[in-house]
């Protein structure tokens, strides 16, 4: 099962809007609503940010939201703050009843 | 609060066997399953397997089938990874992670803290 694919890094400056794209094949994001987020800082656990493609758990900023569009889906990230500068990681269920992760991508706040 | 404790960092030498724990709170302990994952130094997240603590019904990454053995103790909320022979490739950080699927809903959530595994002749 190979890795979804993540830009390495993007970086914005505050209060821009960036988008990190992941994708995968119709095996896995394409073929399920089963797309989630996590945001990891460094020495930190990886937390939970979307899930289901589209949806927020709650205490996640608003600013935080995601889409699909066939094999692609796409994490954006609004009014950047400093805060948010961390690594960002999608996740699919795939159809041989497995997960797979993203690479992963490091977000720099200019 | 919802929790997943893990036990603590290990240092062990190539060959030697090694089972960390993942002990859940807060919450109904079979309700959900348990996922296991793998970060290596400065590397990303993969994802290894997962059990169900209400049957130990196990699924692994074919990656990871056949080198680490994953199960739990319902009784004490408690999910184990291990290894009968470690590598020095096993060095990383291994996470577990609370997982939903079902109800037309998949997550990850939430993390344990880590364990850190060493393995250095």
């Known amino acids: 099962q190979s890795a979804l694919t993540q830009p390495a890094s993007v970086s914005g400056s505050p209060g821009q809007s960036i988008t990190i794209s992941c994708t995968g094949t119709?095996?896995?994001?394409?073929?399920?609503?089963?797309v989630s987020w996590y945001q990891q800082h460094p020495g930190k656990a990886p937390k939970l940010i979307i899930y289901?493609?589209?949806k927020r758990p709650s205490g996640v900023s608003n600013r935080f939201s995601g889409s699909k569009s066939g094999n692609t889906a796409s994490l954006t990230i609004s009014g950047l703050q400093a805060e948010d500068e961390a690594g960002y990681y999608c996740?699919?269920?795939?159809?041989?009843?497995?997960?797979?992760f993203g690479g992963g991508t490091k977000l720099t706040v200019l | 609060e919802v929790q997943l404790v893990q036990s603590g960092a290990e240092v062990k030498k190539p060959g030697e066997s090694l089972r960390i724990s993942c002990k859940g709170s807060?919450?109904?302990?079979?309700?959900?399953?348990i996922s296991w994952v793998r970060q290596m130094p400065g590397k990303g997240l993969e994802w290894m397997g997962r059990?169900?603590?209400?049957?130990?019904?196990?699924n692994y990454s074919p990656s990871f089938q056949g080198h680490v053995t994953i199960s739990a103790d319902k009784s004490i909320s408690t999910a184990y990874l291990q290894w009968s022979s470690l590598k020095a490739s096993d060095t990383a950080m291994y996470y577990c992670?609370?997982?939903?699927?079902?109800?037309?809903?998949?997550?990850?959530?939430?993390w344990g803290q880590g364990t850190l595994v060493t393995v250095s002749s």
């Open positions: 992670a609370r997982l939903l699927f079902g109800y037309s809903s998949n997550w990850f959530d939430p």
């Open positions: 807060e919450y109904g302990f079979t309700n959900y399953w």
């Open positions: 059990i169900d603590p209400s049957d130990s019904y196990t």
């Open positions: 119709s095996s896995d994001v394409g073929g399920y609503n089963y």
């Open positions: 289901d493609v589209t």
């Open positions: 996740s699919s269920y795939t159809s041989s009843t497995t997960w797979v």
